[in-house]
């Protein structure tokens, strides 16, 4: 399957995975629907940022799932649950904290049960109920981390919990700043910032909450040089678990639509992110966390140093930005190595080409031209043909 962003997204090709949204249940569009405008035209209303489509040169390429659809709505269902328990002073007790380390036991069992340990960002995005969804991405982001990290299944799973709370105070910030759409003013950003310590207060009210799990909700906006919130402490004086989380936040909002800004692609956030290593993230810790995101997920066309299109089909956690491609359209100094069109090249393991790098990947930009060759298409009878006589006259 090829990754296709909206904007090069057209009627007649046929979709390899669903689309959904949390306002319906039923998916927008379902894995072998051919796209009409029709359907584009709805994709477009909801912002979707790209869809996964059946192509010739992306024959024999499959995404594998970290967690399915279905067990996200699942999770999300149960957060829900957790959330609203929060919500009704009653259900105050310890219970609320069993149901909290349920959910995130069922994530693990989820997660283990896979082989696959390094996250590709579409995947996880074509679940999108803001609310609950941003907490489970945390939630997932903040295990994969700590089993890289080697923690011990107890610790993992209090990790996990605490990813799944992290912003559970902002049940106490009004409606309207959360749900505000454009940046917040500096009052609204005063009350926001308050979100650790209004949960570190529910926290506290539950009988059997750990202080790890108090402590890492309380850190998770703090940096290691001091200028994040609410005390400003530094380096080792952030409890370890509110450092993963931070990452695992930072990671998940940026590769998220807001209202007032499109997502990030996944290497944009992590080349900023490694430009925050030292002042707003741990070294060492953004060192194991950038071996759990794929910077350019498998499915997705880049753009090589020397012009060479390619596809990304396997990634390696060694070296997340050098996956192994195959070679679409060749650059000077790719052809010269002798990889013709279908070459498959390890860009971290094949040394002759340790001078390549992946410069971009081809989505919004203009430079995408690649995706309107009308050549990857492998869909039947008349939609292919018409797609065919349509770019043979464009
Ligand atoms: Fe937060």
């Not at 796209?35 to 584009?40: A, G, I, R, S, V």
């Not at 040169?57 to 999300?76: D, F, L, N």
């Not at 902002?170 to 009052?187: C, T």
């Not at 020397?306 to 195959?326: F, G, M, W, Y």
Request: hydrophobic share 40%; proline share 3%.
């Amino acid at each position: 399957m090829l990754y296709v962003p909206l904007k090069r997204l057209k009627a007649g090709m046929t979709l390899a995975r669903p689309i959904r949204f949390a306002t319906s249940k039923e998916p927008l569009v379902n894995t072998g629907q051919v796209l009409t405008e029709k359907m584009l035209r709805r994709l477009r209303e909801f912002r979707i940022i790209g869809a996964y489509i059946e192509a010739d040169i992306a024959e024999g390429v499959e995404v594998k799932e970290i967690i399915s659809t279905e067990e996200k709505e699942e999770i999300a269902e149960d957060l829900k649950g957790v959330y609203n328990g929060f919500l009704e002073e009653r259900n105050m007790s310890s219970r609320l904290v069993n149901d909290i380390f349920e959910v995130s036991d069922k994530l693990m069992n989820i997660v283990l049960s896979k082989d696959e340990f390094l996250l590709n960002v579409i995947d996880i995005k074509d679940y999108d109920n803001y609310t609950y969804s941003h907490s489970m991405y945390v939630g997932i982001l903040s295990m994969l981390t700590g089993i890289k990290l080697g923690l011990t299944r107890g610790d993992v799973s209090i990790l996990t919990t605490a990813g799944l709370l992290h912003d559970i105070g902002k049940v106490d910030v009004p409606l309207d700043i959360i749900q505000k759409n454009g940046p917040l003013s500096d009052s609204e950003r005063d009350i926001m910032k308050k979100h650790p310590e209004f949960g570190v207060k529910r926290l506290l009210r539950l009988s059997g909450i750990t202080s790890e799990i108090v402590g890492a909700v309380y850190s998770h906006h703090e940096k290691v040089d001091g200028t994040g919130y609410p005390q400003g402490i530094k380096g080792d004086k952030i409890p370890y678990f509110g450092k993963i989380i931070a990452l695992a936040d930072v990671f998940d909002a940026l590769t998220s639509v807001r209202s007032y800004r499109n997502a990030w692609h996944a290497n944009e956030v992590i080349e900023y992110m490694m430009g925050c290593a030292n002042t707003h993230f741990d070294m060492q810790l953004l060192k194991t966390f950038l071996k759990v995101v794929a910077a350019y997920p498998v499915g997705m066309m880049v753009r090589l140093s020397d012009n060479t299109t390619a596809l990304v089909i396997k990634n390696s956690e060694s070296n997340v930005l050098r996956p192994t491609v195959r070679i679409l359209k060749p650059g000077e100094e790719v052809a010269a190595l002798g990889a013709k069109r279908g070459t498959e090249v390890d860009l971290f393991h094949e040394k002759e080409y340790y001078n390549i790098t992946v410069k971009e990947s081809l989505n919004e930009a203009e430079e995408g031209e690649f995706f309107d060759q009308g050549d990857y298409f492998i869909n039947s009878g008349e939609e292919k043909e018409e797609i065919k006589t349509e770019s043979q006259q464009e």
